[in-house]
């Protein structure tokens, strides 16, 4: 049995995106994506931030939002 502590925040993963993405995708994009998920409405997070607290590169931060833009799942400028 997997008990998830109800006493912290939490954000939600639209099904589809487990449905459709999960499979496929890097284990880092992964990790990014729901990183961004968990920011949202941060306008002012930068990509050192996300590297830092994923403990990961920022060209594997990158490398994922050209994944997840080309995609159609986020817009990255």
Known sequence: MIQ???NVGC???KNSFVDKYMCEAN???IKVYLYLLRH???YN???SDIANGLNIMESDVIRAFKY???LGV???K
Do not use: M
């Open 68 to 70: 997840w833009q080309k």
């Open 45 to 47: 997070l930068e990509i």
């Open 40 to 42: 949202s409405g941060n």
């Open 11 to 13: 954000f939600s993963v």
């Open 27 to 29: 284990g880092s994009y």
């Open 4 to 6: 998830i502590n109800s």
């Open 74 to 76: 986020i817009e990255y």
